[in-house]
Nanobody, 131 residues
């Protein structure tokens, strides 16, 4: 049974921290790039952080660089997003997604932040940053 289930969202004050988890099953987790996306009210879905199959390649959106950390535990089929120094602008539904490695112009895409590169999606967890 294919599943990607996010957890850890909630309400946090500006400057606070949250740790999101995405537990998966039903597909070969170790073969997939894992990416966190988010969608704020009235905005398009945005790629936030990605990590390749063995964790050797990581990419963050400029808006979260220096504040968010992505990691994965292949033994547990789980990917994490540690969010520190949260801002009201981080308020969004956060989605976990998985994609097989792809190529562009003959070169591998090591760590995409594009929805088009994803094959499987979770249903999301809401993060609200507010006083």
């Amino acid at each position: 049974q294919l599943q990607l289930v996010e957890s850890g969202g909630g309400l946090v004050q500006p400057g606070g921290s949250l740790r999101l988890s995405c537990t998966t099953s039903g597909f070969p987790f170790n073969n997939y790039v894992m990416v966190w996306f988010r969608q704020a009210p009235g905005k398009e879905r945005e790629g936030v952080s990605c990590i390749n199959r063995n964790g050797s390649q990581i990419n963050h959106a400029d808006s979260v660089k220096g504040r968010f950390t992505i990691s994965r535990d292949n033994a547990k089929n789980t990917v994490y997003l540690q969010m520190d120094s949260l801002k009201p602008e981080d308020t969004a539904v956060y989605y976990c997604a998985a994609g097989l490695p792809r190529t562009f112009a003959g070169s591998p895409i090591m760590c995409p932040l594009s929805s088009r590169a994803m094959d499987y999606w979770g249903k999301g967890t809401l993060v609200t940053v507010s006083s």
